[in-house]
């Protein structure tokens, strides 16, 4: 008996654009819906809003859009449509956000100064006060209304639901008194009759409920951009069309034609477009936007080169070894698109309340309305009931205690130089116990500075910088920049060099003041038989020990001496280390660079323990392995190879002058050049979430205690929305505490 061998199915990868989503739920309701297809395998991501579909032949795109549709929310191909979808939702929520903050102040200050003031009350004041709430309710919130529907459909409730049901029975309930109410006097707990009508108009919950949630909706869309606009920016570091040869000739091709084992040029200026090994050529690659490391990395046959790094000066011919999804740029992009997932995925703790605060508060509406009718109570009371139940839970003060305090905290964090980006930075803050520092531009300035000069016997300081300055000064090397720099600080005036030859990975020559003048590392000076010895060969070893760049200069043929060159530690960061370890956290220094540079710099500010050597995808995976280990992790860096471990790590930290992918994948950008802004921004996000904390704890405590009340009719729904409003403003006094929040730099 044999046993059939099903089909192999071919399948091709779908990338799709998501909208419409609003919380984590929604992404899994979008992958449940797309998996249902047979065959299909998706995975969504919320942050990005982006849809990775794994589709077998025969199913066109139209087929997950539609089933996209279906499920409620917008979905297109990526790279079609007209631009950013997550930008147009950023700027809609912005439109609804002006009218329901222009339109709300003034309603509420009619409707609570004129339902309690009967003598300042002006004819048609109830009809004004519900003009002014429908665009509020009908168009600023319809987000809220449209989210409440469509977890309607799928059986489910969020605080959406809460939301548009408060704000929808506010307006109703108020519509109805002013238009068929009547104007009985309604009653305060145990203070007698309330004038007429005051009771009845209560607008201000609804306006005041849609303005400040749809105010958190805004901010949380706007930073949930960042995380898509990061692996855009990654993206956009990859060539998109390759010089690549065949039967001896040069032709232009798109990069995804380009497979392993062909050979490609790169010319000058020119990004590589894949990993590989030089076939043939010479060069200095600048390898800064992966590895970071600020000085050009010298190749020649034989040698690896990295996709994305740019080629400086001479002509490479590069065997790819590497193309596509498996280069070390489609690595980070991947790691940093799972870190962004794995993000997006930490609900917050509002949602995780009201998962289950929605469904009993409209169960207990319900059962009040139900109770009090059945109790032969008249409709009119039975129905003031089931409202004030509704307008007393709805979250005003559980949607106040996240902005509030985000807004407190964010105002004190930029005065200090700490920008958080959002809720998810201060959750990731909870017990923060390692600390991550990148080396080059984070604990380093990330520029090359002449930190030595050593003129050999018979020559002068002066001497020997004015001869390597005049030649340097031809050069666009980082190291010749920085001989340039002392030199034009020792010396007034430096001259030109003529019959200047830049000789690519070793260093310069060039003829001053009629001497020949030969400058660079000493493999050029045992190419051109120059022989370093005696001090000066001490020197060039000295340097390399303690992790710095020497630079020879002969005069003649003789050596003139050696200028030390090495990127210096930021004068802030040894006292940042020490506060952080004075805070019981563990530092770690994670390099591209060589162990003897890592170590210099470790010994130099106290950092516990050294990583050195690690590619820059493979930075991610040691931040990985650290919090599978147990560790609670915060990495603190600047380049765009730090993007990916940024978006890894718990609390991801970059500094404001950092690559702009750093600054996307980070939870906190620090401002100030100052390391010392780090401990106190890991301080400031731990007391924020501390103060969100005791604000849901007391908005939902409220809620709990409030509830029975409105159900038993001893709260009216002007004292509920009074009571709400109380209940807000002590959340805000809470947050506003931190704004005395002192730092230690």
């Known amino acids: 008996m044999t046993t059939a061998t099903p089909l192999r199915r071919e399948t091709r990868t779908v990338d799709l654009t998501v909208s419409g989503m609003t919380c984590a739920a929604c992404s899994a309701r979008v992958e449940r819906a797309l998996n249902k297809i047979e065959g299909v395998r998706a995975s969504v991501n919320y942050a990005t809003e982006r849809a990775t579909v794994q589709v077998p032949a025969g199913i066109g795109d139209e087929v997950l859009v539609e089933r996209i549709r279906k499920a409620g929310y917008g979905a297109r191909p990526r790279g079609t449509g007209d631009g950013d979808p997550t930008e147009r939702r950023v700027r809609d929520l912005r439109r609804r956000l002006i009218v329901a903050a222009v339109l709300a102040v003034p309603l509420c200050d009619l409707s609570i100064t004129l339902a309690l003031v009967p003598s300042l009350r002006f004819p048609g004041w109830q009809l004004l006060c519900l003009a002014l709430a429908v665009p509020v309710v009908f168009h600023s919130a319809l ?29 109703a309930w108020s519509a109805w008194a002013t238009l068929f109410g009547g104007q009985e006097p309604g009653y305060w707990v145990g203070f007698g009759p309330t004038a007429a009508g005051a009771d009845a108009i209560y607008l201000d919950v609804a306006a005041g409920v849609t303005t400040f949630l749809l105010a958190g909706r805004y901010f949380e869309t706007r930073s949930r951009r960042s995380a898509a606009s990061l692996l855009e920016a990654l993206d956009a570091l990859a060539a998109k069309e390759v010089r690549v040869l065949r039967d001896g000739a040069e032709r232009m091709i798109a990069v995804g034609e380009l497979v392993v084992g062909d050979l490609f040029v790169v010319k000058p200026g020119e990004a590589l477009a894949a990993d590989g090994a030089v076939h043939s050529g010479r060069s200095t690659v600048d390898v800064s936007a992966m590895t970071g490391e600020p000085v050009p990395v010298e190749v020649s046959v034989g040698d690896r080169v990295i996709g994305a790094s740019v080629n400086r000066d001479g002509r490479l011919v590069v065997r790819a070894s590497a193309v596509g999804a498996h280069t070390q740029l489609a690595q980070m992009t991947a790691l940093a698109e799972r870190a962004q997932a794995r993000k ?10 009201c998962a289950v605060f929605v469904p009993v508060v409209l169960g207990l509406a319900l059962l009040t309305l139900g109770g009090w009718l059945l ?15 509704l307008i007393i839970a709805c979250p005003c003060a559980l949607g106040l205690a996240t ?24 959750e990731s803050s909870r017990r923060i116990d390692t600390v991550v520092l990148d080396k080059t531009g984070t604990v380093t300035t990330g520029r090359m500075t002449v930190t030595g000069c050593h003129p050999a016997a018979g020559r002068t300081r002066g001497d020997l910088l004015w001869f390597a300055g005049a030649v340097e000064a031809g050069s666009e090397h980082a190291i010749a920049a920085a001989v340039v720099a002392a030199a034009r600080a020792e010396v007034a005036e430096l001259p030109e060099a003529g019959g200047f030859t830049a000789l690519p990975g070793l260093g310069a020559r ?20 120059i022989a370093v010895t005696g001090e000066t060969a001490a020197r060039v070893e000295a340097a390399h020990t303690a992790a710095a760049v020497p630079v020879l200069v002969a005069v003649d ?38 162990e003897n540079a890592a170590r210099a710099v470790a010994g130099e500010t106290g950092i516990d323990e050294v990583r050195a050597g690690v590619l820059p995808a493979d930075k991610a995976r040691e931040i990985e392995e650290m919090r599978a280990a147990g560790a609670r992790v915060a990495m603190v860096g600047d380049g765009v190879n730090d993007g990916p471990a940024l978006a890894t790590a718990d609390l991801g930290m970059a500094m404001a002058r950092g690559s702009d992918i750093a600054l996307r994948s980070a939870d906190v950008v620090l401002v100030r050049d100052d390391l010392r802004v780090v401990p106190d921004a890991i301080h400031l996000a731990d007391r924020t979430l501390r103060v969100i904390r005791g604000n849901l704890a007391w908005a939902f405590g409220y809620n709990v205690a409030a509830l029975p009340l409105a159900a038993l009719g001893l709260l009216n729904p002007l004292i509920a929305g009074a009571a709400m409003s109380l209940s807000s403003v002590l959340v805000v006094s809470n947050s506003l505490r931190l704004r005395s929040f002192e730092g230690r730099s």
Do not use: C
């Open 510 to 529: 060039g003829i001053v003041d009629g001497r020949d003048v030969l400058v660079g590392s000493a493999r050029l000076f045992g190419e051109r038989g």
């Open 143 to 171: 987000p809220f209304h449209r989210a409440a529907l469509r977890n309607l459909r799928h059986r489910s409730s969020s605080m959406d639901t809460l939301v548009s049901l408060g704000v929808l029975a506010s307006f």
């Open 403 to 426: 902005p509030t305090a985000l807004m407190a905290g964010i105002g004190r964090g930029a005065q200090l130089g700490i920008l958080i980006k959002g809720p998810d930075a201060l």
């Open 344 to 353: 997006a995925s930490v609900q917050r703790l509002v949602d995780r309340v």
């Open 557 to 594: 043929g003789e050596v003139a001496g050696m200028v030390e060159v090495r990127d210096v530690v930021k004068p802030s960061a040894a006292e940042a280390v020490h506060a952080l370890r004075a805070r019981g956290l563990r530092t770690v220094l994670l390099t591209g660079d060589h």
């Open 375 to 389: 109790a032969g109570q008249p409709v009119r009371e039975a129905f003031t009931a089931a409202v004030s139940v």
